[in-house]
């Protein structure tokens, strides 16, 4: 463990009366006033403060408990946080002993802990600029001569703990009385302290690990601490999320919506340029529009004059007033300039499909699951065509955090080709585009095992239920391409594939049956998930809606559901969202699109 800083500040006032300080009557006297922070009022960004105001005002006369802030990105989200721990302190620090006040034990400071994803965002951002705000403050610069601050802080690896500890006389001996908390993990949260109130920095952040939610355990944690100690307090603290906006479902998306409906939580969602101000943008402004096409997909536009000449009744979001200097953020990548400027929650937090909204567009309607409802017996039309080689690919999700073994199963075949426009390098090293013909592909079905919190699923019921799609006439043996020198198939088209190696068992048995089976992982890289995005926007994937009913009893479009929320994990790997994500229906289309797709896909064509 490494200490980067240690520093002890005096702070000494003179003419100091016993008894209460008087703190700030509000937040922008605070952050203004010459007998506070004095801040020039040019540094701090309108939205800032009238957030802020709204935040501490309700904080001081405890009509909150919580405040969730999600604002575009540059909006002054970690200056706010650092001005409102600040706020909070100087409050507490107004009684001459705050634990009294409270009913507390002076055992242990009263703490405002500050959290952020990031070491170097917490350490050189956040905290950085707290210390500026107290260093540089006449409020705290006049407090009592018995009272000191210490700053200090160590690191381990990335895990990040720093500390403003406030020590005052009282009763003939020095005691902490608050503690500013900075820190990075759940790790570094403070355990049995008295949390008073807490800022956490940029939630949607937050790293999950073992289908855990951090900003979830870090907030509940917090907050339970908040309850424990001041639950019956005259006032019972604060806990205040500040950042941009997450992806829906994600853990702050869902806080947000909770929160919409509890009046003692305050919600304030705010574009970048609102929060910063009209007045600072001067080159102009323009119109954000995205449009709901229906069949023909989404179309976003940014426009000088509203309304849209064209289908202007389609108009499913419009933003006015946009500054020019967002314009070329909006036109290449609008998803992402939504969900980083204007703070509207995208599918994902990364999306690997960021028109992933496509899904739902071309999903053939006038198709039905092929299984009766809650069973795996066909419908009477559910058979297999003489002459036809489907393709089967298993995901087996096995007992993930306690949640139970869940298993997804794909099925499709080939039904024709299709001629497809790609880019590709020409012998000059120029982008041309040329055409290949790529298969289009029947989903002949999709299916979702899962076998409840902490139960298992069987190999053998998944390998029964194969042997039923042959009986159902289904040929999904395979068509051996190569053996090996003891008369193994090694290559071969159609056929079963898995997705992980703890399935050799069943591969070795499918084999004894004549059925070829290997291992297919669609989690080394992005190429299936490529693939399966490719045949979605090329209009070749036919494929109808998957409903299953999930825990909480409540109908989902499973396939779709998925699809919409994948991650693209630093353009190495596709995976599933935050918390209590699943891939497992996607995963086990895009094994038998990727399959066919690599099997049945041969260039065909020259330059166009």
């Known amino acids: 463990m490494t200490t980067w800083q240690r520093e002890a500040v005096n702070i000494v006032l003179s003419g100091f009366q016993a008894g209460r300080l008087e703190p700030a009557g509000d937040f922008e006297q605070f952050l203004f006033g010459e007998d506070y922070l004095d801040l020039p009022r040019s540094e701090i960004y309108p939205g800032v403060v009238r957030v802020g105001s709204e935040i501490y005002d309700s904080f001081l006369n405890n009509r909150i408990e919580a405040a969730f802030v999600q604002a575009g990105l540059g909006s002054g989200k970690s200056t706010m946080a650092a001005l409102m721990v600040c706020a909070i302190t100087h409050w507490l620090l107004c009684f001459p002993d705050p634990h009294a006040y409270f009913g507390l034990l002076g055992d242990k400071p009263i703490v405002v802990p500050c959290m952020g994803p990031r070491a170097g965002q917490v350490k050189d951002v956040v905290f950085a600029s707290i210390s500026s705000f107290l260093k540089g403050s006449p409020f705290f610069q006049r407090m009592a001569a018995d009272t000191k601050v210490l700053f ?14 406030f020590t005052r006389r009282i009763g003939g001996r020095d005691r902490e009385i608050v503690k500013i908390l900075a820190g990075n993990s759940v790790e570094t949260y403070p355990v049995g302290m008295n949390v008073f109130a807490a800022v956490v920095d940029e939630p949607a952040a937050f790293r999950d690990s073992e289908g855990k939610s951090q900003a979830k355990e870090i907030f509940e944690t917090l907050d339970q601490r908040r309850l424990s100690r001041f639950g019956e307090a005259p006032n019972q603290g604060l806990l205040i999320c500040i950042g941009t906006a997450g992806h829906e479902g994600g853990y702050v998306d869902r806080k947000l919506r909770e929160a919409d409906a509890n009046p003692r939580v305050y919600v304030h969602r705010a574009k970048t340029w609102e929060m910063k101000g009209r007045q600072r943008y001067k080159g102009g402004f323009f119109h954000f529009a995205k449009l709901d096409l229906g069949p023909r997909g989404v179309r976003y536009q940014c426009l000088d004059t509203w309304p849209p000449v064209e289908d202007a009744d389609k108009v499913a979001l419009h933003l006015e007033d946009v500054p020019n200097v967002f314009r070329d953020a909006a036109q290449r990548d609008p998803v992402l300039f939504l969900r980083d400027f204007a703070s509207v929650s995208s599918l994902a937090v990364n999306p690997f499909d960021t028109n992933g909204e496509i899904v739902s567009r071309i999903v053939n309607l006038d198709r039905e699951h092929p299984l009766y409802e809650g069973t795996l017996e066909p419908k009477d039309w559910f058979r297999g065509q003489e002459g036809v080689s489907y393709y089967v690919h298993i995901d087996l999700g096995l007992n993930r955090e306690g949640r139970g073994d869940c298993a997804g199963l794909g099925m499709a075949h080939q039904i024709g080709e299709k001629r497809v426009e790609v880019a590709r390098p020409n012998d000059a090293g120029e982008w041309e585009a040329v055409f290949e013909f790529r298969p289009v592909i029947f989903l002949d079905l999709m299916l979702r ?160």
Not at 586 to 599: E, F, H, K, L
């Open 152 to 165: 200090e802080g160590q690191t381990d690896s990335d895990v990040l703990k720093l500390w403003a500890t």
């Open 449 to 608: 095992w899962t076998a409840g919190d902490q139960g298992e699923i069987l190999f053998s019921h998944i390998r029964e239920f194969l042997y039923k799609l042959q009986e159902w006439g289904f040929d999904i043996a395979g068509q051996p391409l190569k053996w090996d020198s003891y008369g193994r198939v090694t290559d071969f088209k159609g056929g079963v594939s898995y997705d992980g190696f703890q399935s050799v068992d069943s591969i070795q048995i499918l084999a004894q049956q004549g059925i070829c089976a290997k291992v297919f992982s669609v989690d080394k890289d992005t190429a299936a998930y490529e693939d399966l995005r490719e045949s979605l926007h090329d209009g070749r994937l036919d494929y109808y809606r998957y409903v299953v009913v999930m825990p909480d009893g409540l109908p989902l479009a499973i396939f779709e559901h998925e699809y919409k929320r994948l991650e693209n994990v630093k353009g190495k790997k596709v995976d599933h969202p935050e918390g209590n994500g699943s891939k497992d229906v996607s995963d086990a289309v895009a094994g038998v699109v990727s399959r066919i797709t690599r099997d049945c896909a041969l260039p065909m064509g020259g330059w166009v």
